[in-house]
C-alpha cells in the first residue's frame, strides 16, 4: 500500500472530524437542563414569560406614519435609482398594474415623482422621463379577497419587465 502524502492525512483528519460533528450534532439533541416532562410522549412544558401592552407615550413606541409607510409595498426595497447606466436621454415609461379585485400598488420613478394608492382592477401610468436605466420600479400588493397581481413596465414600446402573483395579500414587484 502506498504511503500517503501530508495533505491526504490532513483531508482525511479533517473529513472524519467533520463526520463527526455532524453526527453529535444529528443525535446529540438539544435536551432540557430542567428535566422536566408533561404528559405522555415525553415533551418539554416551558413557561413562557407575559408581554405588556406597548405605552403610546413610550419614546419607543413606534410612529404612526412609519407603520402606515410599512404597508407600502416598496417601502423594504432598496432604492433602486441609486445607480443608473445608459445615456441621460428622455423616454415613454408605462407601468401597469392589474388584479382581480382591490390591489395597492407604489410606484416611483427616476425623475422623483411617486405614488401610493389603492385602487379596483388596475391602473396605468405614462410619463416622458429623462435619465439612465432603471427609469422607474413598481410593487402591488393584492387585496384578502384577490388571487391574481401583476406589473409591468414598458419603456419606449418594449416591456422590459413583468411580475406576477398569484395568492391572496400576494406582492409583485417590477423594476426597469
Known amino acids: 500500500m502506498p504511503e500517503l502524502s501530508r495533505r491526504s492525512v490532513i483531508a482525511l483528519v479533517v473529513v472524519i472530524a467533520g463526520m463527526v460533528a455532524i453526527v453529535l450534532a444529528l443525535f446529540g439533541g438539544s435536551g432540557s437542563s ?13 413557561a413562557i414569560d407575559p408581554i405588556a401592552p406597548i405605552d403610546p407615550d413610550d419614546a419607543d ?7 402606515r409607510d410599512a404597508t407600502n409595498p416598496l417601502s423594504p426595497v432598496a432604492d433602486p435609482f441609486a ?39 388596475g391602473a396605468t401610468i405614462t ?7 432603471p427609469l422607474a420600479q413598481v410593487g402591488l400588493r393584492t387585496a384578502p379577497n384577490s388571487k391574481r397581481g401583476s406589473c409591468s413596465i414598458t419603456i419606449d414600446g418594449v416591456k422590459v419587465s413583468g411580475n406576477s402573483t398569484n395568492k391572496s395579500l400576494g406582492v409583485a414587484v417590477c423594476t426597469g
Open 34 to 46: 430542567n428535566g422536566a416532562t408533561g404528559g405522555s410522549n415525553g415533551s418539554t412544558n416551558r
Open 61 to 67: 413606541a413606534k410612529d404612526p406614519q412609519a407603520l
Open 83 to 121: 445607480t443608473s447606466y445608459g445615456g441621460n436621454f428622455k423616454h415613454k415609461v408605462t407601468v401597469r398594474v392589474s388584479s382581480d379585485g382591490a390591489v395597492r400598488y407604489a410606484v416611483r420613478f427616476r425623475d422623483g415623482y411617486e405614488a401610493d394608492k389603492v385602487v379596483s382592477g
Open 127 to 133: 410619463r416622458t422621463v429623462k435619465g439612465g436605466f
